[in-house]
């Protein structure tokens, strides 16, 4: 059984940061045969996608709304893909969750496409 557990999620105001973490357990999951995001659902709103992280880490890929501001890293020794989020604005505020893909070789997956997700935490930004 593969899981996922998001850590790192909090309250903070506008213009401040966090740094997502995720770690991936389990018997026969390999993290770097797999393509790694991060995906973000606010309230009454579809999960969309946020950034992702090729299984080596050698390209990223992120929605308009965080380039420049969001980074997504991974260590395969840690099993731990990361987010770290800067000049966070109340409209970041979302649940957010990692998802592992394997499926997708060539080109990036998209949402439908993940093979396993966390259980997510929580991101509020206030004004």
């Known amino acids: 059984q593969v899981q996922l557990v998001e850590s790192g999620g909090g309250l903070v105001q506008a213009g401040g940061s966090l740094r997502l973490s995720c770690a991936a357990s389990?018997?026969?999951?390999?993290?770097?045969?797999?393509?790694m995001g991060w995906l973000r659902q606010a309230p009454g709103k579809e999960r969309e996608f946020v950034a992702a992280i090729s299984r080596f880490g050698r390209s990223t890929l992120y929605v308009d709304s965080a380039k420049g501001r969001f980074s997504i890293s991974r260590d395969n020794t840690k099993n731990t893909v990361y987010l770290q989020m800067n000049s966070l604005k109340p409209e970041d505020t979302a649940v957010y969750y990692c998802a592992a893909d394997r499926k997708v070789v060539d080109g990036w997956p998209i949402k439908a496409d993940y093979d396993y997700w966390g259980q997510g935490t929580q991101v509020t930004v206030s004004s």
């Open positions: 389990g018997r026969t999951f390999t993290f770097s045969m797999y393509t």
